[in-house]
């Protein structure tokens, strides 16, 4: 069945820097969705993205699906200690199941 | 708040118990998901329901079983519960029964096997 990889599972930033987890499926995805869970929290939907090459941005945030539609990655810049909680990727596929990563978890130092 | 309303927010009980999780999705929402998060895990898809059919089938165990009711609230039952099954229970809405939607989460019922 689909696999959706996520690396990395640990990111720790110092607060200003900027980082990168990546997302890899082993299948072709009809749309790839990022989620945010804050420590305690549930998972709260970020953005979706559905076209091959696509780009979308949101403030610090930039968002990619690759050309492929087989990964995807989420860059964020000047990390802020708002930015704290666990990035989740989540892969869409045509047998209804949305196939998540088990997450890039983000700490800040100040 | 996501509009997903999950009860109860804490549950614990012992081995061999049978406990029931509900959700109630969002108003308009017609699909109902169910996801397990083990600690410092991933989410597991349960299962999903649309308009109250069965819609996809993930790592779901024979123990658990769940359904949608007509009103579309979804209750999760597992039985013979082992000590393994503590975990965080989260459900999901969306609008439609396609994996293109966004799903919202309730705020999960964390459960506890003594």
């Known amino acids: 069945g689909q696999q959706v990889m996520q690396i990395p599972q640990y990111q720790h930033v110092q607060e200003g820097e900027d980082f990168t987890t990546y997302c890899n499926s082993s299948?072709?995805?009809?749309?790839i969705q990022w989620y945010k869970q804050r420590p305690g929290g549930h998972p709260v939907f970020l953005i979706q993205?559905?076209?091959?090459?696509e780009v979308k941005k949101q403030k610090r945030l930039t968002f990619q699906f690759g050309e492929a539609k087989k990964n995807s990655s989420l860059h964020i810049t000047a990390t802020q200690t708002t930015d704290v909680g666990t990035y989740f990727c989540?892969?869409?596929?045509?047998?209804?199941?949305?196939?998540f990563g088990a997450g890039t978890t983000v700490t800040v130092r100040a | 708040d996501s509009g997903v309303t999950q009860t109860p927010k804490h549950l614990i009980t012992a081995t061999g118990q049978r406990v029931t999780l509900r959700c109630s999705p969002r108003?308009?929402?017609?699909?109902v998901y169910w996801y397990q998060q083990s600690l410092d895990q991933g989410l597991q898809f349960l299962i999903q329901?649309?308009?109250?059919?069965?819609?996809a089938k993930g790592n779901i165990l024979e123990r658990f079983s769940a359904q949608q009711f007509p009103d579309l609230h979804s209750e999760l039952n597992l039985s013979s519960l082992e000590l393994g099954d503590s975990a965080l229970y989260f459900c999901?809405?969306?609008?439609?029964?396609?994996?293109?939607?966004?799903?919202?989460f309730g705020d999960g019922t964390r459960l506890s096997i003594l």
């Open positions: 999901a809405s969306s609008v439609a029964g396609s994996p293109n939607q966004p799903q919202h």
């Open positions: 299948t072709t995805l009809s749309n």
């Open positions: 993205l559905v076209k091959s090459g």
């Open positions: 989540a892969g869409g596929s045509n047998d209804y199941k949305l196939s």
């Open positions: 108003s308009g929402d017609l699909s």
């Open positions: 329901y649309y308009n109250g059919e069965e819609r």
